[in-house]
């Protein structure tokens, strides 16, 4: 067991085979053969998720599990986190009258059991409105009510995403996906003409391959644009007019020219391959990493390579706080005008 924030097992057989399994699920997730002799120690930095291997012939050092809590906060404060199979819940307006809240310091919450997971959470994720929360891993979904913890609907998918407005999608493989009502019933399946490696939700439906980015409608699934840039993460803004798209070392401010792509769409023009040229104006490009965002109105907050809190605004990027340590955006309450962070350790 390498720590209770990353439930892993790993065993080295005689053949110098290393092979990881996952201790709640007893699934083997990984065989690593480097050719490097017997093995002689295997240990792990705290908190980190890097495992070293020490063989014969030289050293490997490898990172295990996800970078990212698995957590989500909704619009009223409200924060359902994962921990294991364990569902737990806090909420920030629990924070008494009588504590002081100073930028950058750790709120004293109060946790609550909110129940259990019939599967292994890899990510959690708020609808829209807060009422439901969906939770993805081993291949399959489960959309839970956020309040009692109730299970509404179910299914297999590799990726879940939510639309803006309460529908959903899954992508069951690489080539199926499929789109659900509000109320979780199928509506259409399609089959990608490209390998979709990953899948994410709002205004409109992205499909991602390693080497592009591909936008859809969510009513009847039209290509919208093709970008040519290799996605690591996606964040769409409330209004649904602004998308920051972010790659391994720099992000993209678009705008969606919502007007432009309806006008087209309604005059039966045909779309080919790389879909409506002017459904997106590219207002700003930044040279640095997102770890993790939000928007804030016309405000893209994140936090960098180097950990620290930034917003941009127009192009112009202005550091908001230097963090201690490793810490990731849950989200923003308007009537406080705060941003609230978690770490690893769900602080």
């Known amino acids: ?192 003409t490209f390998s979709a490696e990953r899948i994410y939700g709002g205004t409109l439906l992205a499909m991602c391959s390693n080497e592009f980015i591909c936008f859809y409608d969510w009513s009847e699934c039209r290509l919208i644009r093709r970008i040519d840039v290799i996605v690591k993460n996606l964040y769409w803004g409330d209004s649904g007019d602004l998308v920051a798209i972010a790659s391994d070392i720099s992000f993209y401010i678009l705008k969606y020219n919502r007007d432009i792509v309806s006008s087209h769409l309604d005059s039966g023009r045909s779309v080919d391959e790389q879909g409506v040229e002017d459904a997106f104006e590219l207002l700003h490009e930044v040279n640095e990493r997102v770890r993790t965002g939000i928007w804030v109105g016309d405000c893209f907050i994140y936090n960098n390579s180097s950990w620290r809190l930034n917003y941009c605004v127009g192009g112009e990027v202005t550091t908001m706080f230097h963090l201690d340590c490793p810490m990731y955006l849950l989200g923003y309450l308007a009537n406080q005008s705060r941003v609230y962070l978690v770490d690893k350790e769900f602080k």
């Open 1 to 192: 067991m390498l720590s209770p924030y990353l439930p892993l097992i790993i065993t080295c057989s005689e053949d110098c085979t290393v092979r990881i399994w996952h201790s709640t699920t007893y699934r083997l997730e990984n065989t690593l053969i480097y050719g490097l002799e017997r093995v002689w120690a295997i240990g792990y930095m705290k908190g980190s998720g890097r495992v070293v291997i020490g063989y014969d012939e030289g050293t490997i050092m490898v990172k295990l599990g996800r970078e990212v809590p698995v957590a989500s906060m909704d619009n009223s404060g409200k924060i359902i986190w994962a921990k294991h199979n364990e569902i737990q819940t806090v909420n920030i307006k629990s924070v008494g009258a009588d504590f002081e809240v100073t930028d950058g310091e750790r709120l004293p919450l109060a946790i609550k059991e909110l129940g259990t997971c019939d599967l292994y959470p890899q990510s959690l994720k708020h609808n829209p409105n807060g009422r439901f929360v969906v939770v993805c891993g081993d291949g399959e979904y489960i959309i839970y009510t956020a309040l009692a913890w109730r299970n509404r609907s179910y299914g297999s998918a590799l990726e879940f995403a939510w639309s803006s407005d309460g529908e959903y999608a899954v992508r069951e493989s690489t080539s199926v996906i499929k789109f659900f009502t509000k109320n979780f019933q199928e509506k259409r399946s399609i089959r990608s």
